[in-house]
């Protein structure tokens, strides 16, 4: 086993939802590997039955226990369930990768859950209500006995945790797979030998705005140059974006792909990969893409981009959520080959400070500091 850095081992237990569909679902997948890979004892907790990202340590998979009809009692029965493994492994910290936003259901972690355990907060969005409930105040207060409450963004440091009272708070970006490029996985047929522009990750709308994506799309024209677009991945707008997408000129030209647990061939093949996001934290998406030599298209939204993407030298930072804007940035990409080949060429030495080695070294230091 490769240990990245010396020192004190801990028993750490890691809470998620699940270990699938999103991009805090795959970072704490990924956050177990590297704390396994320190030497330290890892157990991670989800709470549905949802596990498509590999991982490193002991499950205890709460969702198993849920039943087609799920009562208020049946959910207290799971609670007890996970208050008595907790107590009875005597965990040095809980690092919690769950959203928080219930006040109420966060202040039952605090005084029966979690109580008098040791705990870090995981913030992966910059929306405020996902992260410091509708009580942000009140909240604040239980965010302030954690030990640290980690930030995947300087955005949500400095403009939410900070601006809303946290006062330890500290930023330790997401990773990415080193190991990707080691899968032999070969490309669905309907994208093999085509040039296509992929858009990936869970398909809600009101979140990914696909919608602008594919309008974007559609006024950029690339597709007369026989350029596709590709949306991969699932959720409940699917049905309503292929309907979409059918009444469109391009039709022919969009396709849409069922969710991949190992997305590696689709974004190595990918000409650059466009986000359109309303609202993240820090778009796994781009240091993914970046990370296999794929440039990228992004919109600048509050949290991430801006971070990760060096304009017109690993891709293009659109300042402006406007479907003109972003077209042209589609069509630039697609065309401009000089400017295609810089961003190409920078692309991986550009997400080197986002590589496992350094945000493995980052959490360690972390654990030691606070631990200790």
Request: charged share 25%; aromatic share 10%.
């Amino acid at each position: 086993m490769t240990q990245f850095v010396n020192g004190q081992k801990f028993k750490i237990c890691l809470v998620s939802i699940s270990l699938a569909k999103g991009g805090a679902e795959r970072s704490c997948a990924i956050l177990s590997q590297m704390l396994d890979q320190q030497g330290h004892e890892v157990h991670l907790v989800i709470l549905n039955n949802e596990i498509d990202f590999p991982f490193a340590g002991r499950l205890f998979n709460l969702g198993a226990f849920k039943k087609k009809r799920d009562t208020i009692w049946q959910r207290i029965t799971r609670f007890k369930k996970l208050r008595k493994y907790l107590k009875g492994h005597s965990f040095d910290v809980i690092i919690d990768h769950r959203p928080k936003n219930l006040y109420y259901r966060e202040l039952f972690y605090d005084r029966y859950v979690y109580k008098n355990i040791n705990r870090i907060y995981v913030v992966h969005t910059s929306n405020k209500n996902q992260n410091l409930t509708s009580k942000p105040g009140m909240f604040v207060k239980i965010c302030n006995k954690n030990l640290m409450n980690v930030s995947v963004s300087q955005y949500i440091q400095k403009r939410i945790l900070e601006k809303s009272g946290v006062k330890k708070c500290m930023t330790i970006y997401n990773t990415f797979n080193p190991g990707w490029n080691k899968e032999n996985i070969e490309i669905p047929l309907e994208i093999e030998n085509k040039t296509y522009i992929l858009s990936y990750g869970r398909i809600d709308d009101e979140i990914k705005d696909f919608t602008f994506l594919i309008h974007s799309f559609t006024l950029s024209k690339v597709w007369e140059q026989n350029v596709y677009l590709v949306i991969m991945g699932e959720g409940k707008d699917k049905e309503k974006l292929i309907e979409l997408a059918s009444e469109l000129p391009c039709a022919s030209h969009i396709l849409f792909l069922p969710f991949a647990k190992s997305p590696f061939p689709y974004i190595a093949s990918a000409r650059f990969i466009a986000v359109t996001s309303r609202y993240e934290g820090f778009p796994m998406v781009l240091t993914e893409s970046l990370s296999l030599g794929t440039p990228v298209v992004s919109l600048d939204i509050i949290s991430g981009p801006s971070e990760i993407i060096q304009h017109k030298k690993n891709g293009l930072l659109i300042l402006k959520r406007e479907v003109p804007l972003f077209s042209e940035g589609i069509k630039t990409m697609c065309t401009d080959n000089a400017l295609y080949e810089r961003c190409k060429a920078n692309a991986k030495k550009s997400v080197s400070e986002f590589s496992m080695e350094i945000i493995s070294k980052k959490w360690n230091k972390l654990l030691q500091n606070e631990l200790q």
